[in-house]
Nanobody, 125 residues
Framework: QVQLVESGGGLVQAGGSLRLHCAAS????????MGWFRQAPGKEREFVAG????????RYTDPVKGRFTLSRDGAKTTVYLQMNSLNPEDPAVYYC??????????????????WGQGTQVTVSS
C-alpha cells in the first residue's frame, strides 16, 4: 500500500513562504492525482490544491489562487506545494492525499484513498 509522508511545515511570519513536500513510498501515482487538504481547529478538512499525474492539470481553491503553486517531480512520487504570501487564514494542519487510476481532481476528502499524517503550518502576525 502506498504511504504518503509530508514535510516542510513550520512557523512563518505573515507574508512569508513555506514549501511543503509529500513523498509517496511503496508505489507511484502514474495514473492518479495527488492533492493537499488542510484542517484548522474546529473546522472541516478543506481542499487546497490538486494535480494530475502528468502535472498538466492543477486545481486550486479560490483563497489560495495566485499564492500557492502545486507541482510534482518527474518520477511522480513527490509533490511540492509552494505557499507564498501566507496570511492568518492559512494556518492549519496540511494533509497530502492521493487517488489512483483517475484524472479527476476531487475536492472532497472521500474522493481520495491515501492520506499522509499531516504537517502543521503556523502563521504569526
Amino acid at each position: 500500500q502506498v504511504q504518503l509522508v509530508e514535510s516542510g511545515g513550520g512557523l512563518v511570519q505573515a507574508g512569508g513562504s513555506l514549501r511543503l513536500h509529500c513523498a509517496a513510498s511503496g508505489g507511484t501515482f502514474s495514473n492518479g492525482v495527488m492533492g493537499w487538504f488542510r484542517q484548522a481547529p474546529g473546522k472541516e478538512r478543506e481542499f487546497v490544491a490538486g494535480i494530475t499525474s502528468s502535472g498538466g492539470s492543477t486545481r486550486y481553491t479560490d483563497p489560495v489562487k495566485g499564492r500557492f503553486t502545486l507541482s510534482r517531480d518527474g518520477a511522480k512520487t513527490t509533490v511540492y506545494l509552494q505557499m507564498n504570501s501566507l496570511n492568518p487564514e492559512d494556518p492549519a494542519v496540511y494533509y497530502c492525499a492521493a487517488d489512483s487510476f483517475t484524472y479527476y481532481i476531487g475536492r472532497i476528502p472521500s474522493e481520495y484513498t491515501s492520506w499522509g499524517q499531516g504537517t502543521q503550518v503556523t502563521v504569526s502576525s
